[in-house]
Every structure is written in structure tokens, then in C-alpha cells.
């Protein structure tokens, strides 16, 4: 069984940068599309970076293009979100999700062609 597990969150000031990490565990890691989301207090999941199986190819959604970096490593099963810049509004839960498999490029951002999910990291920015 496939299992996600984040870490890395916490609270810091604006401005500050903070690196999360997915570890996994139980699936083919090497092989399947991942991404991450971040649910604030209130609001809607929405969707925060995608990298393909490969590394290759990564996806960003507007507020965190120029600000985050999202990459993983084949050798120890991880995927990372590097955060700079945060700010007040980037206050939410950090969620990694993994697909069974590739997902369509197009398709990326969206929640439900991800089976898998991490139960969550909370990051809190403080102005």
C-alpha cells in the first residue's frame, strides 16, 4: 500500500524560506507523476507544483512560479517543495499527492487523478 508522509512545516516570518518533504513508501515511486496542494483555513484544496515520474517536467501554479521549487530523488523516494519568499497568504496545509502512474499533462492540477495522499504539514507565516 501506497503511503505519503510530509514534513517540514512550521512556522516562520515572512520572508523566510522552508523546505518540505514527501517521503514514500509501499508504491513505484519512480513511476508515477506527483504534486503538491496546500489547503488554507476555509478554502478549497488548490493545487501548488506537479513533477512528473522523471523529473523532467514540473508544473506551477501562478503564486508559486519564481518562489517554490519542487524536485525528488529516485534514490531515496522523496519528493520536495523548496519555499522562498512566503508570505502571510502562503499559510495553509501542505499536502503531497502521487498518481498510480502518469498523469496527462493537462490534468495535472487537478485533485482527483491523484489516488494517493499524505495526511498533511502545516506551514504558518507570520507578518
Known amino acids: 500500500q501506497v503511503q505519503l508522509v510530509e514534513s517540514g512545516g512550521g512556522l516562520v516570518q515572512t520572508g523566510a524560506s522552508l523546505r518540505l518533504s514527501c517521503a514514500t513508501s509501499g508504491g513505484t515511486f519512480s513511476t508515477s507523476d506527483m504534486a503538491w496542494f496546500r489547503q488554507a483555513p476555509g478554502k478549497e484544496r488548490d493545487f501548488v507544483a506537479a513533477?512528473?515520474?522523471?523529473?523532467?517536467?514540473?508544473d506551477y501554479a501562478d503564486f508559486a512560479k519564481n518562489r517554490f521549487i519542487v524536485s525528488r530523488d529516485p534514490d531515496k523516494k522523496l519528493m520536495t517543495l523548496q519555499m522562498n519568499k512566503l508570505s502571510s497568504e502562503d499559510t495553509a496545509d501542505y499536502y503531497c499527492?502521487?498518481?498510480?502512474?502518469?498523469?496527462?499533462?493537462?490534468?495535472?492540477?487537478?485533485?482527483?487523478?491523484?489516488?494517493?495522499w499524505g495526511q498533511g504539514t502545516q506551514v504558518t507565516v507570520s507578518s
Open positions: 513533477i512528473d515520474y522523471s523529473g523532467g517536467h514540473t
Open positions: 499527492a502521487a498518481a498510480d502512474g502518469s498523469v496527462n499533462s493537462m490534468l495535472v492540477r487537478r485533485k482527483d487523478v491523484y489516488e494517493y
